[in-house]
């Protein structure tokens, strides 16, 4: 998912701790039904992060100081690429309805 889908939101003063972090990417895969191989955090400079064909998905570090519903959003968009490669008709109604289920 490119930077530029950036919010304008300011950054949290607090930082989630990785574990946290890891462990809300974890509920999120049960939630969607994949298994993600790997999950990185790290300073990413174009990006907030990445999955690779193998499973292995990678966030960037910034999005530890961002709001839940983006690091949400975020999230949820890697782990859906697990499913569908693209950004199809049926990735996106996916999309919006785990979020909406958030909420
Ligand atoms: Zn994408």
Redo the contacts with the bound molecule.
């Keep these: ?1 490119k930077k530029k889908a950036a919010p304008g939101w300011a950054p949290l003063e607090e930082m989630v701790p990785v574990e946290v972090f890891k462990a809300e990417v974890l509920a999120w895969a049960q939630r969607i039904g994949v298994t993600p191989k790997e999950i990185h955090v790290r300073p990413m400079k174009r990006k907030w992060a990445s999955c690779s064909s193998a499973g292995r998905l990678t966030f960037d570090a910034d999005l530890l100081r961002q709001p839940a519903e983006f690091r949400a959003e975020v999230i949820v ?2 782990l859906l ?1 697990l499913k569908i490669p693209n ?1 199809g008709p049926l990735f996106r109604t996916l999309l919006k309805a785990y979020l909406a289920e958030r909420r």
């Design positions: 998912m968009h890697e690429h950004h």
